[in-house]
């Protein structure tokens, strides 16, 4: 199994800028993607961006030039640092990594950005 702690959240105005953290424990050799999602409101989750165990990146378009998925191998850690923050980015966000033996999807407990006006 994979254990998942989430940090970073919190409140923003418009423009600002917050780095999401999350801590990854257990069968970490086992991960091959680590994502960021997200959900507002009345909405359903969304993928926000993914990184890869070869290091490839995406993203949404609502994110792409603002948003950047990074890890540290060391500190079994990836992040979402998010700059120019809209309102509209205001959502819980959660991580969530993909293991490959077995195939199986763990997430975190999800961690609330809210970005004023």
């Known amino acids: 199994q994979v254990q998942l702690v989430e940090s970073g959240g919190g409140l923003v105005q418009a423009g600002g800028s917050l780095r999401l953290s999350c801590a990854a424990s257990?069968?970490?050799?086992?991960?091959?993607?680590m994502d960021w999602y997200r959900q507002a409101p009345g909405k359903q989750r969304e993928l926000v961006a993914v990184?890869?165990?070869?290091?490839?990146?995406n993203y949404a378009d609502s994110v792409k030039g603002r948003f950047t998925i990074s890890r540290d191998n060391a500190k079994n850690t990836f992040y979402l640092q998010m700059n120019s923050l809209k309102p509209e980015d205001t959502a819980v966000y959660y991580c969530k990594v993909r293991t490959d033996s077995p195939r199986y999807d763990y997430w975190g407990q999800g961690t609330q950005v809210t970005v004023s006006s």
């Open positions: 990184i890869t165990s070869g290091g490839i990146r």
């Open positions: 257990g069968r970490i050799f086992t991960i091959n993607e």
